[in-house]
């Protein structure tokens, strides 16, 4: 494990300060990068979510996700966790928050939108994050990508009718931009980028008669810091685009982000047992549990800023789901990495 890896979590941390303090001294600059989007992606951070994901992408090997049916637990979990379970158990916990613990300290119509906000996030599951998780705790890459690629599907079709149950609003409009240009952009393009570059990987080790895992893993090597540059970055431009609410309204950041800890944390902790009751394989049940914590946040800021406008609760909500899920998901890859040898084990 290279330096990179090892202090990862100072990085952030100096990454998280650094993107506060940024913004706020150089916020005009910020504001200009925060405007170049389409569709609610913000293009900058999504060429560096790429630099992630590409090198994830280059490990996945076609021949083995034929396997993938003879090992069908991890996918199922995956599914029931971000579907039957984590849209309300966020409702729930959200509610419980919002409705009683903080019901003196807020707005009952502020309280609304900051819940409609956390569930939103508990509708969308990750896309883009997912794969990097997955690559820190050296799971599965071929079986990460179908368990993303089936989260899509299904995303597809029961987001708008989940969301609309949950926040009592029949008229929810999937924006199929949002949604449609984010998959192209953290699953498509990177994959396609990948099986070609694996393609001319494989054929020049075989013209040099080298190992071909042994090209793909210098290959990965050569590209890893590279990809903990583009999270650092990413941390940066995040926290800086959101530099002045961070400082001007903690408490309500300090409010929102409590419920949405304690759902991230129980959900993974959910997860995780049920993967050790049956017996997962670490490399398929790391990401299994990292993929039902993670959230699509360009999603669920999407449809906030759509349903309540861009200085709701709502928004707000959804913006603090992105600036706390990079520091606690990297705590959660740290604890999927120390108990690797419970899932060896079985």
């Not at 998280?16 to 150089?26: E, K, R």
């Not at 300090?254 to 049920?274: C, D, E, H, R, S």
């Not at 890859?333 to 040898?341: C, E, K, L």
């Amino acid at each position: 494990m290279g330096v990179f890896e090892r202090f990862l979590s100072v990085w952030v941390a100096l990454a998280i300060i650094a993107g506060t303090l940024l913004g706020n001294v150089f916020p005009s600059i910020f504001e200009v990068m925060s405007g170049i989007e389409f569709a609610q992606v913000n293009l900058i951070i999504a060429v560096l979510i790429w630099l992630m994901i590409y090198p994830v992408m280059v490990q996945v090997n076609f021949e083995s996700i034929t396997q993938i049916a003879k090992e069908p637990k991890g996918l199922i979990l995956t599914v029931a966790i971000n579907w039957l379970v984590k849209p309300f158990t966020m409702a729930l916990v959200g509610w419980l928050f919002f409705k009683g613990v903080f019901a003196d300290f807020i707005h009952p119509e502020t309280a609304n939108e900051y819940l409609a906000g956390v569930i939103l996030l508990g509708v969308a599951p990750c896309t883009a994050m997912v794969f990097i998780w997955s690559q820190l705790t050296k799971g599965d890459a071929s079986y990460t990508l179908v368990q993303v690629s089936v989260n899509d599907v299904i995303m597809i079709f029961a987001f708008a009718p989940i969301a609309a149950l949950l926040l009592g609003i029949t008229d929810i409009v999937v924006p199929w931009q949002t949604l449609l240009l984010s998959v192209a952009l953290y699953v498509v393009a990177p994959l396609v980028a990948g099986l070609l570059t694996r393609k001319k990987l494989k054929r020049k080790a075989t013209r040099q008669q080298h190992n071909v895992e042994s090209a793909l893993q210098a290959f990965d090597a050569r590209l890893k810091p590279w990809s903990i540059v583009g999270l650092l970055l990413t941390v940066v431009l995040l926290f800086g685009f959101q530099a002045e609410v961070l400082l001007t309204r903690p408490l309500d950041i300090a409010m929102i982000a409590t419920p949405l800890l304690i759902q991230t944390y129980g959900i993974f902790a959910v997860t995780f047992l049920i993967a050790l009751l049956i017996k997962l394989p670490h490399r398929i049940a790391a990401p299994a549990c990292l993929i039902g914590t993670s959230n699509f946040f360009e999603l669920a800021v999407a449809v906030a800023i759509s349903l309540f406008g861009l200085q709701s609760g709502a928004a707000l909500a959804t913006v603090v789901g992105v600036l706390v899920e990079v520091p606690v998901m990297l705590s959660l890859v740290w604890f999927a990495n120390r108990t690797r040898h419970w899932f060896s084990q079985n």
